[in-house]
């Protein structure tokens, strides 16, 4: 059963198509990749999932039902749970305040019934021994993780992640990649935005490939990186 499934979804801002009939289905348990040249509508995809901005046509289904017209807010209580390419911690926060917020409101529960399962997700991501640091002073890698940490912690049957592998050394990324390595193994689903190739490649089953808001491509990541199209797109170069 797909957990979540597009149909002909289109988003345009004024003149500019960023979503053109884009159609696709993933099935529960699996892990997609999403790559595509910077301005194909990837985060824009990304918003047209959680509900962030609304689709002009298309229906977009999560777990059998329709949500094309649920808010974000619904959406997230569902089971969509996201991080967003550039990390928006609560600096003021605590590292545990910011998981004990995205776990009472993405799940609509109290803090103190929060409290264990957002220990847990801390020693899972390994932001345990920060968890009492302000989010202001992480380093990126840090950042990256509580970014990660937070999306967890809204208890999410579909986690989504926007190029959470940029800006990492080798050494990082190899960290952060067990991680979501261990999630998907869980049973997670994941749709995973990234420019980082041998990070998708080392979780993903499918590889999609966004250009100018198109679906040009999905299948196994071999045979998707072997096409002369997405290679023109995706590398920039006549093959």
């Known amino acids: 059963m797909a957990i979540i499934a597009l149909d002909n979804v289109c988003k345009s801002f004024g003149a500019l198509k960023v979503a053109d009939g884009i159609s696709f289905a993933v099935p529960e348990g699996e892990a997609l990749g999403i790559i595509g040249p910077n301005g194909a509508g990837?985060?824009?995809?990304?918003?047209?999932?959680?509900?962030?901005?609304?689709?002009?046509?298309?229906?977009?289904?999560?777990m059998?039902?329709?949500?094309?017209?649920?808010?974000?807010?619904?959406?997230?209580?569902?089971?969509?749970?996201?991080?967003?390419?550039?990390p928006q911690p609560f600096g003021k926060m605590t590292v545990f305040e910011n998981l004990l917020v995205a776990a009472a409101f993405g799940q609509g529960r109290s803090e103190r019934s929060v409290e264990t399962a957002c220990a847990e997700i801390l020693d899972r991501t390994g932001l345990l021994v920060r968890a009492n640091a302000s989010a202001e002073s992480l380093s990126l890698l840090e950042r990256k993780r509580l970014e990660l940490a937070r999306a967890l912690a809204t208890d999410p049957k579909l986690l989504l992640?926007?190029?959470?592998?940029?800006?990492?050394?080798?050494?990082?990324?190899r960290q952060l990649v067990g991680t979501i390595r261990d999630i998907h193994a869980s049973g997670t689903t994941i749709i995973w935005i990234e420019h980082v190739l041998h990070a998708l490649n080392a979780v993903v089953e499918r590889l999609l490939v966004l250009d100018f808001g198109r679906v040009v491509g999905i299948g196994e990541p071999a045979a998707i990186m072997a096409s002369r199209e997405v290679r023109e797109i995706y590398l920039g170069i006549e093959v």
């Open 161 to 173: 992640l926007d190029e959470i592998a940029g800006g990492l050394t080798e050494g990082e990324c």
């Open 64 to 86: 059998g039902k329709d949500v094309t017209r649920t808010s974000a807010m619904q959406r997230c209580l569902s089971g969509i749970g996201r991080s967003f390419q550039i």
């Open 42 to 62: 990837k985060s824009t995809l990304f918003n047209l999932i959680t509900g962030n901005i609304a689709a002009d046509s298309g229906t977009v289904h999560f």
